[in-house]
């Protein structure tokens, strides 16, 4: 069955200092894979996409994320974190047709 | 502004009450789907449809009904709501239902069924 799996519920960090949110995936064929980002009291706004093509994605305000086929991950990364950048992050796979397989989304906390 | 709409973004009910949650969207978007927001679980799917007039189950559509009459709105209906079913919903639309489609996402209706 197709999953997503978030393995940190927090994820910590000073700011400027750069920031790692960890996801794996479980799809049958070529994936397609989506951060979003969640702010309080708000809806889920779009933040990357890996379809095909460069390993490296970049998304927006300054984050990226790495396709690794190998380890079946698609870990989001910003090299130096924001206060703002605090909220809950959703990575989501696509395996097919209709429908997007979230993850359980790992809330980022950045300390001044 | 190309938005999703969803009302009420708040709502306290209780048990055996019909409600209905509205979704609205001003892109000509095709493809709409409803999904719920659990802790620990992140979002779940509970309806999806393709365009008007077709419609289908996600992976946790007991105890609602949508219906498309029109390609903007896609509302939700808990007919007999429980307390199963406070969540956070949460009303998205993309331009087709290809997997590589980005969603717009509506700002939420928090649901508390008493």
């Known amino acids: 069955a197709q999953s997503v799996a978030q393995p940190e519920d927090q994820v910590n960090v000073a700011e400027g200092n750069p920031l790692t949110v960890k996801c794996t995936y479980s799809?049958?064929?070529?994936?397609?894979l989506f951060w979003y980002v969640q702010y309080p009291n708000r809806g889920l706004q779009f933040l990357l996409k890996?379809?095909?093509?460069?390993?490296l994605v970049k998304g927006s305000y300054g984050f990226e994320a790495e396709f690794n086929k190998s380890q079946t991950s698609f870990h989001l990364k910003k090299p130096s974190a924001l206060v703002s950048d605090s909220a809950l992050y959703f990575c989501a796979s696509s395996g097919g047709y209709n429908k997007l397989i979230f993850g359980a989304g790992t809330r980022l906390a950045v300390h001044p | 502004e190309a938005q999703v709409t969803q009302n009420p973004r708040y709502l306290i009910t209780v048990t055996g009450k019909k409600l209905t949650v509205t979704c609205s969207q001003n892109?000509?978007?095709?493809?709409m789907s409803w999904y719920r927001q659990d802790p620990g679980l992140g979002l779940r799917q509970i309806y999806y449809?393709?365009?008007?007039?077709?419609?289908d189950k996600g992976d946790v559509p007991e105890g609602y009904k949508v219906s498309r009459k029109e390609k903007r709105n896609f509302p939700l209906i808990l007919e007999s709501p429980s307390p199963n079913q406070t969540s956070l919903y949460f009303c998205?639309?993309?331009?087709?239902?290809?997997?590589?489609?980005?969603?717009?996402f509506g700002a939420g209706s928090r649901l508390t069924v008493l």
């Open positions: 799809v049958s064929g070529n994936p397609y």
């Open positions: 890996y379809i095909t093509g460069d390993n």
């Open positions: 892109m000509n978007h095709e493809y």
């Open positions: 449809s393709m365009n008007v007039e077709v419609t």
């Open positions: 998205a639309s993309s331009r087709s239902g290809s997997g590589a489609n980005v969603l717009t």
